[in-house]
Nanobody, 124 residues
Framework: QVQLVESGGGLVQAGGSLRLSCAGS????????MGWFRQAPGKEREFVAA????????VYGDSVKGRFTISRDSAKNTVYLQMNSLKPEDTAVYYC?????????????????WGQGTQVTVSS
């Protein structure tokens, strides 16, 4: 059974940091480019970051550039999202996803497998 399981979400004050993890089960994450998305209540799912299989290229959404960092550890079959300088507008459910082959990193349709999400709440 293929599963992506996110963890590390929680409540943090503005300016704080969190690190999200996405662990693969039944899926070798090193075979996929991986992405993080987020969805706030009443809003569409938004692209946050992506990383190629080789980890040599990372892509970020404009709203998180310079604050968030995506990385991967193939030995642990895990992808991470380090979030610094958090703002209240970063509050959302964060999802990781494994991508189909291709060059579109920011479109939800480009991703084959999704986790259930982890809640991040940033208080002001």
């Amino acid at each position: 059974q293929v599963q992506l399981v996110e963890s590390g979400g929680g409540l943090v004050q503005a300016g704080g940091s969190l690190r999200l993890s996405c662990a693969g089960s039944g899926l070798t994450l090193s075979n996929y480019a991986m992405g993080w998305f987020r969805q706030a209540p009443g809003k569409e799912r938004e692209f946050v970051a992506a990383i190629r299989r080789s980890a040599d290229i990372t892509v970020y959404g404009d709203s998180v550039k310079g604050r968030f960092t995506i990385s991967r550890d193939s030995a642990k079959n895990t992808v991470y999202l380090q979030m610094n300088s958090l703002k209240p507008e970063d509050t959302a459910v964060y999802y990781c996803a494994a991508k189909y082959p291709g060059n579109s990193y920011s479109q939800t349709q480009a991703y084959a497998y999704w986790g259930q999400g982890t809640q991040v709440t940033v208080s002001s």
